[in-house]
């Protein structure tokens, strides 16, 4: 390798298939902080090479393509994936070669790799918050629906002893295919006339998304008293539904478009500037960013992009992220992150609804699961 030869890493998203809408975003942010960190000289002189994919939303291609990229393109870092069962069949190729994943999705926790860095937020940091808000504000009868896959089986397990916990009722779980359509929801439309739930918890993820809550809408149901609350519908999803459809739902996650802080304004200008006023701006986008940029502070520590070096500078590397200053835990891979709640207003916007300006420690095996001490850990904890 030359002087000033880049550093090649791998960018895997979909730009097809059903989760091309959220995991656009992902790339975006990515490629935002590739752009800023060459406009500033690159690392150690050298500019950041991506090496883009469309893995098509098919796990089985993720898996391919990331063998590829760390095979025959020889890149050491990954920037990528969005579904779970694509990280479940990625994590495995990059342990192989010794790579290092960057995963920036909120998830369902329960894992931990060497070869990966988790950025997006654990049960502990998104599903624990919009349960105690749900349980204060709607009630604790649930009705659960949720795409046919890992995520949402595993994150209604976590909801369900939630629910328990707080002495509620799950009154049914039900799965549709990942690729679903409107006739799909038919039945859940029938389930949610007959339960009456205080809340729907929604699983569903990608192109279904606006499907499901256009079924809900038309089928004259009141947000008020029963909101459709989930973890990963976000600007991508919402911005594919009128407004009057999107109303009055409920969202947990570290960062909204709205959030208005000085960083998250920043981020949100410059990401709009790149890819178009109408873009939409996501958790993902947000940790698909930030994370770039801790791997770039820890290659600039190190001097290499070799995984094994990088490792010490990544862990316990700090970043004023949009969302507030955020860091990877040494003991688990995972990242701080600052839970907040969002309501979607008239205009189809996120409005903060619980935002205590709290940053809370990974616990991704949830082995503090307690409702009343959801920013469990406080020794580890910080108020901003
Ligand atoms: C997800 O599958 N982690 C959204």
């Known amino acids: 390798m030359k002087a000033n030869d880049p550093w090649r890493v791998g960018v895997l998203f979909s730009q097809t298939g059903v989760t091309a809408a959220v995991e656009r975003t992902g790339l975006n942010g990515t490629l935002l902080a590739i ?53 479940k069949m990625t994590i495995p190729v990059v342990e192989a070669f010794r790579g290092l994943l960057f995963y920036p999705t909120a998830y369902e926790g329960f894992e931990y790799s060497p070869n990966c860095i988790y950025t997006g ?66 039945k859940t439309i029938r389930l949610i006339e ?42 991508a999803e919402v911005a594919d539904m009128p407004a009057a459809i999107a109303e009055g739902h409920i969202t947990g996650a570290p960062f909204f478009e709205t959030l208005g802080t000085p960083a998250a304004t920043r981020f949100v200008q410059a990401y709009k500037a790149r890819f178009g006023a109408d873009a939409p701006v996501t958790a993902c986008a947000e940790a698909a960013y930030f994370q770039v940029h801790l791997a770039a502070r820890a290659m600039r520590r190190a001097g290499t992009d070799d ?22 835990d040494r003991e688990n891979n995972h990242a701080f ?30 082995v503090v699961q307690s409702l009343d001490d959801w920013s469990a850990d406080s020794l580890h904890q910080t108020r901003g």
């Open 194 to 235: 007959k339960l009456k739930p205080d809340v729907i918890f929604s699983t569903v993820v990608g192109r279904a998304t606006p499907l499901f809550y256009r079924a809900y809408h038309e089928a004259g149901f009141d947000p008020a008293t029963m909101p459709i609350a989930s973890l990963t519908t976000s600007e």
């Open 121 to 186: 937020a654990s049960p502990n940091q998104n599903s624990l918050q919009l349960a105690r808000y749900l349980f204060e504000v709607y009630g604790n009868r649930f009705l659960m629906i949720g795409s046919n896959y890992v995520f949402p089986y595993e994150s209604n397990r976590i909801i369900t002893d939630l629910v328990v916990q707080s002495r509620g009722k799950v009154l049914d779980e039900i799965y549709v295919p990942l690729d679903a359509g409107t006739d799909d929801f038919t």
């Open 307 to 328: 995984p094994d070096r990088l490792m010490g500078e990544v862990r316990e590397a700090e970043f004023d992220a949009p969302q507030g200053r955020v860091r990877i």
């Open 35 to 87: 752009g800023e960190i060459n406009e500033a000289g690159g690392i150690l002189d050298r500019p950041l090479e991506p090496i883009v994919y469309d893995p098509g939303s098919l796990p089985k291609i993720y898996r391919s393509l990331a063998e590829r990229l760390l095979s025959s393109d020889r890149v050491k870092l990954i920037f990528g994936c969005y579904m779970s069962n694509s990280r």
């Open 337 to 366: 992150l600052w839970p907040r709640v969002a309501r979607l207003d008239a205009a189809g916007r996120f409005q903060t609804v619980w935002n205590p300006g709290v940053r809370v420690k990974p616990d991704p095996y949830c």
